[in-house]
């Protein structure tokens, strides 16, 4: 019960880096001595001290010598170095602070580490034990992890809906079908993504402004996408001027008309990407993917409209899809996102009751398959000679301290 005691607190501090450190994931370590803790710490933002390195150093600032404890780590340490890399290797910091024993809660599915941390650290003489508490950091981190494995980012669907399976009214118009407490959870959400994404109808019907709010404050608010294969989105919408995040207009090829319109969006800091157009008029998702991957866009909350969600539940590219239901009745004909294809049981289902709303979350299958198997059990093991181990006067230093 120790161990989880203290590896759970080293997941409280991993928490606090989400939303600020994608497309590295949030991590957290705690350095323990004879049941006290010494050091915390955990990576607070892209391109700062690694939490490994943080916690060391808070062991120090506090007066504590680290050689000889043992350090609490919710993600297997990195061991590799790189041209584009901000920090060494956290191998290499633990070896040099003199840590005896290490306890990790997950494997880092990077191919650069994959197995090689933890064979760093034991061919330095630390003894490291995994897979404590593996299940919930898997869940922390999960954009972190499936997008390492499947080389696109987490997609996470979400709408509102009646009672009747209405998600608008007929005639149009913002349509308050949640109450308030959906709507302070449906802003967390958009608070730990990298991205927001909706269609060119959903900006001329709401004029939304994409940006997490309602008593959420990110460090960084999610990148705005806009698909609009036409480039036709009116320039008086809000999320072009109102400065608050960044956005992205996924548009077809330009002719003389968008590329006016085209011109006059770049001279308000709106980035546009060309991706091909399908015969339908629409894109093809695994496209709109690969592009905001390539922008390092590790998750996606994909809002609608319904031709928007239903294009990615028929290619079967989506992880996660939440689903608010208001106690309300609309009229018309503005239905949910339809579900092309063989009916599918969700996994790791979780329904909430918020206020006068209820929300129902649930997991793909074929994605609790894939992070399934990152877990240290079912993971291939790395072969040593691609591994990039210590050099052994970095272990006789530790041993002989």
């Known amino acids: 019960m120790t161990d989880r005691r203290f590896m759970r607190r080293a997941i409280e501090l991993a928490t606090a880096g989400i939303g600020n450190v994608s497309p590295n994931p949030a991590v957290g370590a705690v350095l323990v001595r004879d049941g006290r803790i010494i050091g915390e710490g955990y990576h607070r933002e892209y391109g700062g001290p690694h939490a490994e390195t943080d916690c060391i150093r808070d062991a120090r600032v506090r007066g504590e010598d680290p050689r000889g404890a043992v350090m609490y780590c919710t993600l297997e340490p990195c061991s590799f170095r790189s041209p584009t890399k901000h920090n060494p290797p956290c191998t290499e910091s633990v070896i040099e602070a003199g840590i005896t024993r290490m306890i990790i809660a997950a494997r880092d599915p990077n191919p650069a580490v994959a197995g090689c941390g933890v064979q760093a650290l034991r061919t330095a003489g630390i003894q490291t034990s995994c897979g404590l508490m593996e299940d919930q950091v898997l869940t922390l981190n999960e954009s972190y992890f499936l997008s390492t494995a499947v080389r696109r980012p987490q997609v996470h669907l979400k709408w509102a809906q009646s009672l009747n399976g209405r998600i608008a009214r007929a005639e149009g118009g ?40 309602h008593g959420v404050s990110p460090a960084r608010q999610p990148l705005r996408v806009v698909l609009d294969p036409s480039l036709r989105t009116p320039i008086s919408s809000q999320l072009f001027q109102d400065q608050a995040a960044k956005t992205l207009i996924l548009s077809g090829a330009l002719n003389d008309e968008s590329l006016t319109q085209a011109a006059a969006l770049k001279r308000l800091g709106v980035e546009i990407v060309q991706l091909p157009v399908q015969e ?4 093809d998702p695994a496209d709109i993917l690969d592009a905001l991957y390539e922008r390092g866009i590790r998750s996606v909350l994909v809002e609608g409209g319904s031709v928007t969600h239903t294009g990615f539940l028929a290619a079967g590219l989506w992880d996660r899809l939440t689903v608010y239901i208001g106690p309300t009745l609309l009229e018309g004909n503005v239905l949910a996102p339809d579900a092309p294809g063989p009916s599918i049981a969700t996994v790791a289902h979780e329904v909430d009751v918020l206020g006068d709303t209820v929300a129902i979350t649930g997991m793909n299958p074929n994605t609790r398959r894939v992070l399934d198997g990152l877990k240290w059990e079912t993971a291939p093991q790395p072969q040593t000679a691609g591994c990039v181990l210590p050099q052994e006067e970095a272990h006789v230093h530790r041993s002989s301290t």
């Not at 913002?174 to 967390?188: D, F, M, V, W, Y």
């Not at 608070?191 to 402004?209: H, Q």
């Not at 339908?280 to 894109?283: I, R, S, W």
């Open 174 to 213: 913002k349509t308050p079908i949640s109450g308030p407490e959906a709507l302070r959870h449906s802003h967390g959400l958009r608070a730990t993504v990298d991205a927001i994404l909706v269609g060119r109808a959903t900006v001329e019907l709401d004029n939304p402004s994409l940006t997490a709010r």
């Open 280 to 283: 339908e008029g629409d894109f």
